[in-house]
């Protein structure tokens, strides 16, 4: 017997029970018989970090440091001192 022509033979045989039972899809789920899926929650956004400094100039955090920002930090400061967000 083939996979197919089996699980045909089963849904035959679950119909004959249900109807023997009086049952319907509708009772079946209320009695939890199907697993509900639920979607993972989607993952949170990372924070976003924005540094500017006097001049106006903006940078977001991703990438590579701006050289503003690079010769900030060589020249002993701190990159958190530009840090807006």
């Known amino acids: 017997m083939s ?8 849904i035959v045989w679950i119909r004959v029970q249900m109807a023997r039972h009086g049952l319907t899809l509708a ?8 697993a509900v899926v639920v979607p993972p929650p989607a993952p ?9 400094d006097a001049e106006g100039r903006k940078w977001d955090g991703q990438g590579e440091m701006p050289a503003w920002l690079q010769w900030a930090v060589n020249a002993g400061q701190s990159a958190e001192h530009f840090r807006v967000g």
Not at 4 to 9: F, G, P, T
Not at 44 to 52: E, F, G, L, N
Request: net charge neutral.
């Open 3 to 10: 996979l197919e022509s089996e699980r045909a033979a089963a």
């Open 27 to 34: 009772d079946l789920q209320a009695a939890g018989c199907f």
């Open 44 to 52: 949170a956004p990372a924070p976003t970090r924005t540094y500017r």
